[in-house]
């Protein structure tokens, strides 16, 4: 599903966020990809959204090489990916539901087609009850919960997340991963960027290590 081959990211005033940096992941897996601040994690999430280009090596996703995709081919690369980020970035004077619909209007789905797919997606957030309200009515957890909603709404076949539990108790935090697994477990392909080193490791998924640009690691987290 994404393969980096020796992936270099310089920015434009020489700092270096990305060194030659290669892995493989499976469709279907579920991964962390954890470093200090500065790291890199950032760098890699934009990379693989195209909001970046490697300025060496090769990356591809899904058969699909972002060294060279064009600007017009952004859009159709986007719709195979769902992003949460820490701070759910919702709408605060629109529902829950019209929050999780907005991809899809993006997309242009009819109404009842959006419909069905909006009270899918909360249904697999444990939010279904939740749509009519306004978020602000809402808990912390359970609006990041709206988030993931709205970010698999349109069934990306990879779902990305950067620090999604940067602003949750620890309880919330292995709550909010619970959901991330559920939504792995029926086939999206889930990569988490995430420095809670503690989360991460009782979750026994494979993790990756970023040190200032480099991978340092690849394997199972451990206890
Ligand atoms: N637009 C940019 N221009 C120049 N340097 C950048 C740019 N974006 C990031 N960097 C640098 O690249 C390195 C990696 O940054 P990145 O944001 O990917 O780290 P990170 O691991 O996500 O950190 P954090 O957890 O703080 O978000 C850092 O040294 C950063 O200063």
């Given at each position: 599903?994404i393969?980096?081959e020796?992936?270099?990211?310089r920015?434009?005033?020489?700092?270096?966020?990305?060194?030659?940096?290669?892995?493989?992941?499976?469709?279907?897996?579920?991964?962390?990809?954890?470093?200090?601040?500065?790291?890199?994690?950032?760098?890699?999430?934009?990379?693989?959204?195209?909001?970046?280009?490697?300025?060496?090596?090769?990356?591809?996703?899904?058969?699909?090489?972002?060294?060279r995709?064009?600007?017009?081919?952004?859009?159709?690369?986007?719709?195979?990916?769902?992003?949460?980020?820490?701070?759910?970035?919702?709408?605060?004077?629109?529902?829950?539901?019209?929050?999780?619909a907005?991809?899809?209007?993006?997309?242009?789905?009819?109404?009842?087609?959006?419909?069905?797919r909006?009270?899918?997606?909360?249904?697999?957030?444990?939010?279904?009850?939740?749509?009519?309200?306004?978020?602000?009515?809402?808990?912390?957890?359970?609006?990041?919960?709206?988030?993931?909603?709205?970010?698999?709404?349109?069934?990306?076949?990879?779902?990305?997340?950067?620090?999604?539990?940067?602003?949750?108790?620890?309880?919330?935090?292995?709550?909010?991963?619970?959901?991330?697994?559920?939504?792995?477990r029926?086939?999206?392909?889930?990569?988490?960027?995430?420095?809670?080193?503690?989360?991460?490791?009782?979750?026994?998924?494979?993790?990756?290590?970023?040190?200032?640009?480099?991978?340092?690691?690849?394997?199972?987290?451990?206890?």
């Open positions: 599903m393969r980096f020796q992936v270099g990211k920015y434009p005033n020489g700092h270096i966020g990305l060194h030659e940096l290669s892995f493989q992941v499976r469709r279907g897996e579920f991964l962390f990809v954890t470093g200090h601040s500065g790291a890199g994690k950032s760098t890699l999430l934009r990379l693989l959204l195209a909001m970046e280009r490697p300025t060496s090596g090769k990356l591809l996703l899904a058969g699909q090489d972002l060294s995709i064009t600007n017009a081919q952004i859009p159709f690369l986007r719709r195979q990916i769902g992003v949460v980020f820490q701070n759910h970035q919702l709408l605060f004077d629109r529902t829950v539901f019209d929050n999780v907005l991809p899809l209007q993006i997309l242009g789905l009819n109404k009842r087609e959006i419909g069905q909006v009270m899918t997606a909360l249904e697999r957030v444990s939010l279904k009850d939740k749509a009519l309200q306004y978020p602000a009515d809402l808990s912390t957890g359970q609006q990041q919960r709206v988030g993931i909603a709205r970010a698999v709404v349109h069934r990306p076949a990879l779902l990305l997340a950067d620090e999604p539990t940067g602003n949750l108790d620890p309880r919330l935090a292995a709550e909010i991963m619970g959901v991330f697994e559920d939504i792995n029926l086939g999206t392909t889930v990569l988490i960027a995430s420095h809670d080193l503690a989360l991460i490791a009782r979750m026994r998924h494979r993790m990756l290590t970023l040190q200032r640009g480099r991978l340092i690691g690849d394997g199972e987290a451990s206890r």
